[in-house]
């Protein structure tokens, strides 16, 4: 090896001295639990955000009663002042978020002549308008910090359309993909990533709550031969979230059993 190079074969990368706190959307059931369970087993702290309190509440308290390492939040991403209020509580209890998950969002399926304008608006607003507010809430402290980690849930039907999926919930993933691009390309120089992570046909209730003909039609043409597991997106997104993925940013990771290939 040229000695003028560092080692780059070994683990270089620094870890923090203080745990790091991670705020996680949606994080009472399905995906953003599996996020929730996951970065608190890697030791982060971890703040479980959602609209449904109940299941956030009863999940946090089973990864820590004593309520030191895992604290639930009753918001509503549409609701930016309860989402700044939220992000307000994090901080004083432990720190401002290092790692962002927006995860939450409205599942929401129609034929494009059924979708009502006020339906559109509200979809757009839970599953778009929020990530760009909860993002800009965030990043400032972690480009303080010269540390951060967003990782936003796109969807397979916003980079193809659904089968299952409403044209605005498509419409709105498409925007979560290029909003992630465009947070990328603002904070890689300061030490903040921000990527998405673009899931397909993982079973968890919102899955559930689908046609069910429809859903087994699609999991018929899944190349791996079944649905995901949210376990195994939670296992991506916590790739994402370590100090190891420093140098990954502005990316796509599809989690799909390979039914869309690029
Ligand atoms: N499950 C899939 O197959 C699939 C596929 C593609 C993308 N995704 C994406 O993954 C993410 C998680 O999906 P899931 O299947 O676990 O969904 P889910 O509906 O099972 O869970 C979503 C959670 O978010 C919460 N939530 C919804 N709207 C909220 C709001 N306005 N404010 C706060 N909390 C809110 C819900 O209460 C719920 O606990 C979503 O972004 C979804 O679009 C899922």
Redesign the pocket.
Known sequence: MCPSLPDTTGSAVPVSATPRVALV?????????AIAKRLHGQGLRVAL????GD??AALAGELDPRGETALSFH????DVGAVRNVVRDITATWNAPDVLVN?????AAGSVWDIGLEEWDAVLA??LR?VFALTRLCAGEMRRRHWGRVIN?????GQQGGALAGAH?SAS?AGVLVLTKVFASELAAHGVTVNAV??????????QALDPEALARTVGTIPVGRA?L?SE?GGLVAYLASEEAGYVTGATFDINGGIHMR
């Open positions: 959307t949606g994080a009472g059931q399905g995906i953003g639990a955000l959602d609209k449904n299941g956030a918001a509503d991403v549409i995860n939450a969002a409205a599942t839970t599953n929020s849930l796109a969807s397979l039907a919930y993933k673009a899931p397909a046909a993982v079973l968890t209730p919102a899955a995901g949210p997106v």
